[in-house]
């Protein structure tokens, strides 16, 4: 699916092609973290606020991967200092879940997935603009940097 769509862009990574992979990547990790999220909480009995790390991180490890392979070219980092900025952003990302997770179940009084739900789509947003600009920023050319610098 991915591959066909980079195609109907002969291939070439713009900013509105990763943003169109961006979003049905986010689609697919959404099922995986909300599917997680109730099988977890629902059908194992785990409290939603220790069920919802747990799918979060497993969402995370393999939205990793997809980013990295399908949708933004590997940047300016060694992998693992990549792989580490990726990790701070998402243990952000893991924060701001809980809050809002927190926040709109306990104080607004909203299911607790539809209080995920929030989260995810304040995440998205979040995530595309932290995993763009800083963890897989393109390598800058010397023209560039002069033009920057100069």
Do not use: C
């Given at each position: 699916?991915?591959?066909?769509?980079?195609?109907?862009?002969?291939?070439?990574?713009?900013?509105?092609?990763?943003?169109?992979?961006?979003l049905?990547?986010?689609?697919?990790?959404?099922?995986?973290?909300?599917?997680?999220?109730?099988?977890l909480?629902?059908?194992?009995r785990?409290?939603?606020?220790?069920?919802a790390?747990?799918?979060?991180?497993?969402?995370?490890?393999?939205?990793?991967?997809?980013?990295r392979?399908?949708?933004?070219?590997?940047?300016?980092?060694?992998?693992?200092?990549?792989?580490?900025?990726?990790l701070?952003?998402?243990?952000?990302?893991?924060?701001v879940?809980e809050?809002?997770?927190?926040?709109?179940?306990?104080?607004?009084?909203?299911?607790?997935?539809?209080?995920?739900v929030i989260?995810?789509?304040?995440?998205?947003?979040?995530?595309?603009f932290?995993?763009r600009?800083?963890?897989?920023?393109?390598?800058?050319?010397?023209?560039?940097?002069?033009?920057?610098?100069?």
């Amino acid at each position: 699916m991915f591959d066909e769509i980079k195609r109907q862009f002969n291939g070439e990574i713009t900013l509105k092609l990763q943003v169109i992979l961006f979003l049905i990547n986010g689609i697919l990790l959404a099922v995986l973290d909300l599917g997680l999220l109730f099988v977890l909480t629902d059908l194992v009995r785990i409290d939603y606020l220790i069920s919802a790390p747990i799918s979060f991180i497993v969402a995370t490890v393999v939205n990793y991967s997809m980013s990295r392979k399908l949708i933004f070219k590997p940047g300016q980092y060694r992998v693992s200092l990549e792989f580490n900025l990726f990790l701070l952003f998402a243990v952000l990302g893991l924060i701001v879940n809980e809050v809002v997770l927190w926040f709109f179940t306990d104080f607004v009084g909203l299911h607790y997935m539809a209080s995920k739900v929030i989260s995810v789509l304040i995440l998205m947003v979040f995530n595309f603009f932290t995993r763009r600009s800083i963890v897989f920023r393109k390598k800058q050319t010397p023209s560039k940097v002069a033009e920057i610098h100069g």
